[in-house]
């Protein structure tokens, strides 16, 4: 174990009113967890953790602490915080992939996360803990977000997100990458560019039962963009098929020879 830590976790003084937890967006119960990990307690303390913030691994790693826990701690007064974001990395980091998540048994209801950045991956793990069947959706190909494609490597190793992952399929949790949430304009020009750079497959799913992405999109999107995207290679040949199953439809075409298909997922909401 890093003497750092053990050292950094003795100075704390566990105040009766901890100024460091006042300070903290999520009110991470820090001296609890420092008295539980002093205690030898490890899982104790990494379940505090999670429990109040499935991100407590990064978190202790991109949190601006100065700010928050670490600028709040009363020794800092006296020119040292206790170094909280190492204890709680140290204890995140090593609890992580022992960590067993609680899930109630499936309640049969299905949920759809857009997007694979922190704010998807937390609620989709405390979804799956109350027992939905969540499925994840990113148009990336890797989970994150900005945790992914935003913050390099130094300060956030990639490799965490793999856990995460690992993670989030451990309990259930289904990742549908490189799918494009929408279908106005923009959804079909990012569909379009995502072919012609040689994606085989591309995805649409929309809320709606026509291709407009919001209100600001009331053309008829659905039957020109459709045909805009068809005659968009001369040399495919297209075909397109369209069937309706109660409140859901799906449109799909296919496109000859390359084995390229656009799909396109329609449900009414509401
Ligand atoms: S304010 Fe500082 S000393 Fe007090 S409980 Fe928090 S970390 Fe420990």
């Given at each position: ?52 913030n499935p991100m407590?691994?990064i ?54 996360v857009?997007g694979a950045g922190p704010a998807g991956i937390t609620i989709a793990i405390l979804l799956a ?5 969540v499925?994840i959706?990113d148009?990336?190909?890797?989970i994150g977000g900005v945790l992914q ?12 997100l793999?856990?995460y992952k690992?993670k989030l399929?451990?309990?259930?949790i289904?990742i ?95």
């Amino acid at each position: 174990m890093a003497v750092h830590v053990i050292n950094e976790a003795n100075r704390c003084l566990n105040c009766k009113k901890p100024m460091c937890m006042q300070a903290c967006p999520i009110h991470t119960p820090i001296p609890m967890m420092i008295k539980a990990f002093k205690k030898e307690n490890l899982n104790e303390a990494g379940e505090m953790l999670f429990e109040n913030n499935p991100m407590s691994m990064i978190c202790s790693l991109v949190c601006n602490h100065e700010n928050q826990c670490e600028g709040h701690c009363v020794l800092d007064r006296k020119g040292e915080p206790v170094h909280i974001s190492s204890i709680e990395n140290y204890v995140s980091d090593t609890y992580f992939d022992k960590m067993q998540i609680p899930c109630q048994p499936k309640n049969g209801k299905k949920v759809a996360v857009i997007g694979a950045g922190p704010a998807g991956i937390t609620i989709a793990i405390l979804l799956a803990k109350k027992g939905y069947g969540v499925t994840i959706f990113d148009s990336r190909d890797k989970i994150g977000g900005v945790l992914q494609y935003g913050i390099p490597a130094f300060s956030l190793p990639k490799s965490i997100l793999e856990r995460y992952k690992l993670k989030l399929r451990e309990i259930g949790i289904k990742i549908r990458p490189n799918t494009i949430i929408g279908m106005g304009n923009s959804a079909m020009d990012v569909a379009r560019t995502a072919l012609r750079k040689g994606s085989r497959h591309v995805t649409l799913y929309a809320r709606g039962l026509t291709s407009q992405a919001s209100d600001h999109e009331k053309l008829p999107t659905q039957s020109w963009m459709a045909r805009s995207w068809l005659s968009s290679g001369s040399r495919w040949k297209s075909m397109m098929t369209a069937r309706y199953l109660r409140r859901f439809s799906l449109m799909r075409m296919a496109i000859r020879p390359e084995w390229i298909r656009l799909r396109c997922r329609f449900r009414q909401i509401g």
